[in-house]
């Protein structure tokens, strides 16, 4: 199957309603873009984000965010009462 599409001045592509259809693409869905030798390949990404769980590994040291939050807010406090003086 071929069907032609326009690329707007913006760089946007409208995906043909038969080829959303077939695919069961929906607004906010997500596309993954690949090159293939010389074509552009279209893979919808489908599941959920909870099937991503540990596909990353984690950073040896990682960071506490209450921690970062704590420092932050105390050198935000502190920047503030230097403005005052």
Same mark, same amino acid.
Do not use: C, H
């Given at each position: $199957?071929?069907?032609?599409?326009? #690329?707007?001045?913006?760089?946007?592509?409208?995906?043909?309603?038969? #080829?959303?259809?077939?695919?069961?693409? /929906?607004?906010?869905?997500?596309?993954?873009?690949? #090159?293939?030798?010389?074509?552009?390949?279209?893979?919808?990404?489908?599941?959920?984000?909870?099937?991503?769980?540990?596909?990353?590994?984690?950073?040896?040291? +990682?960071?506490?965010?209450?921690?970062? /939050?704590?420092? +932050?807010?105390?050198? $935000?406090? +502190?920047?503030?009462a230097?403005?005052?003086?």
């Open positions: $199957m071929n069907i032609t599409t326009t #690329i707007t001045q913006k760089g946007q592509v409208t995906i043909p309603v038969i #080829i959303r259809r077939l695919l069961q693409l /929906r607004p906010f869905d997500k596309l993954v873009f690949s #090159i293939e030798e010389e074509k552009i390949v279209a893979t919808p990404v489908k599941g959920d984000i909870l099937e991503l769980y540990g596909s990353v590994k984690k950073r040896e040291g +990682t960071v506490d965010l209450k921690q970062l /939050r704590k420092k +932050t807010i105390k050198r $935000m406090a +502190t920047e503030i230097a403005e005052g003086k």
